[in-house]
T-cell receptor
Framework: EAGVAQSPRYKIIEKRQSVAFWCNPI?????LYWYQQILGQGPKLLIQ????????DSQLPKDRFSAERLKGVDSTLKIQPAKLEDSAVYLC?????????????FGPGTRLLVL | AQSVAQPEDQVKVAEGNPLTVKCTYS??????LFWYVQYPNRGLQFLLK??????LVKGSYGFEAEFNKSQTSFHLKKPSALVSDSALYFC???????????????FGKGTKLSVKP
């Protein structure tokens, strides 16, 4: 089965510019996550979707970050305007059903460098 | 609040020797524990998880982990390391709160495993 797809793989922008990332989860997976992984740290959850609804966005910096999953499949994460501290790897993950026992499957990530 | 600690930034072992990557956790409810591995420029790959039952969990690529409730630990182990095991390993915990609601998956900061030939 195909894994989680993400694009682009790398992005370099200047501060105050905007950027968007795309994620296509594993087919049939209703739950989708976006994580931010800063160098030297573990991934930190930004937002969780269940189908096209937001379950948890408590750690999403909503003044500059936004995410959507309009049709309950693909998702986009946007940063506008970007700051230097947004330099990180943005990981998308999906799972077939939410729950404490769920296994999340991760995409390769998008590495963002903000200059 | 729940948290995960990986006390070692780096672990170095010789090929063929046993390896241990340490993880301790702190949760207020019952813990669900996970190990993931990350190769350079790749996403995280699931290795194994502890839900309930047998304290020794077997996972992918010959890895296993032992859940120790009294020590709040979930150390990752492998009897004989391979050079190809060299990667970044992340421990993660999710707490199941009393009443059944689940918390988010919280990751440790990672441990770099280096296996030398």
């Amino acid at each position: 089965e195909a894994g989680v797809a993400q694009s682009p793989r790398y992005k370099i922008i200047e501060k105050r510019q905007s950027v968007a990332f795309w994620c296509n989860p594993i087919s049939g997976h209703a739950t989708l996550y976006w994580y931010q992984q800063i160098l030297g740290q573990g991934p930190k959850l930004l937002i969780q979707f269940q189908n096209n609804g937001v379950v948890d966005d408590s750690q999403l910096p909503k003044d500059r970050f936004s995410a959507e999953r309009l049709k309950g499949v693909d998702s986009t994460l946007k940063i506008q305007p970007a700051k230097l501290e947004d330099s990180a790897v943005y990981l998308c993950a999906s799972s077939s059903q939410p729950g404490a026992q769920e296994t999340q499957y991760f995409g390769p990530g998008t590495r963002l460098l903000v200059l | 609040a729940q948290s995960v600690a990986q006390p070692e930034d780096q672990v170095k072992v010789a090929e063929g020797n046993p390896l241990t990557v340490k993880c301790t956790y702190s949760v207020s409810g019952n813990p669900y524990l996970f190990w993931y591995v990350q190769y350079p420029n790749r996403g995280l790959q699931f290795l194994l998880k502890y839900i309930t039952g047998d304290n020794l969990v077997k996972g992918s690529y010959g890895f296993e982990a032992e859940f120790n409730k009294s020590q709040t630990s979930f150390h990752l182990k492998k009897p004989s390391a391979l050079v190809s095991d060299s990667a970044l390993y992340f421990c993660a915990v999710r707490a199941v709160r009393y009443g059944g609601s689940q918390g988010n998956l919280i990751f440790g900061k990672g441990t770099k495993l280096s296996v030398k030939p």
